[in-house]
């Protein structure tokens, strides 16, 4: 089974950085992240391919960069220019070549002053 190890949440200043790690196992397809704010649904915020294929939320385009090491199978998101709007729960999120989606526990991200 894939198993996933989420790090790098934390609370940050406006205009802050933060860099969010998610190591996994197995042959993967694609890997990502979601967010969910407290009383929104879960939404996507970046995904990217075995390939290196990224696709972004508007919301993060040119702020957040996805990226991942095939040899670790881990992929990373990191975030620039943090705003309060990004204040949500991150999870990591892999996609097997076979089998179901697999998500990582969470991790608190907050921006505040």
């Known amino acids: 089974q894939v198993q996933l190890v989420e790090s790098g949440g934390g609370l940050v200043q406006p205009g802050g950085s933060l860099r969010l790690s998610c190591a996994a196992s197995?042959?993967?397809?694609?890997m990502g992240w979601y967010r969910q704010a407290p009383g929104k649904q879960r939404e996507l915020v970046a995904t990217?391919?075995?390939?290196?294929?990224?696709n972004y939320a508007d919301s993060v385009k040119g702020r957040f960069t996805i990226s991942r090491d095939n040899a670790k199978n881990t992929v990373y998101l990191q975030m620039n220019s943090l705003k309060p709007e990004d204040t949500a729960v991150y999870y990591c999120?892999?996609?097997?070549?076979?089998?179901?989606?697999?998500w990582g526990q969470g991790t608190q991200v907050t921006v505040s002053s």
């Open positions: 999120l892999a996609q097997p070549m076979v089998g179901p989606l697999y």
């Open positions: 197995g042959s993967l397809f694609s």
């Open positions: 990217i391919t075995s390939e290196g294929s990224t």
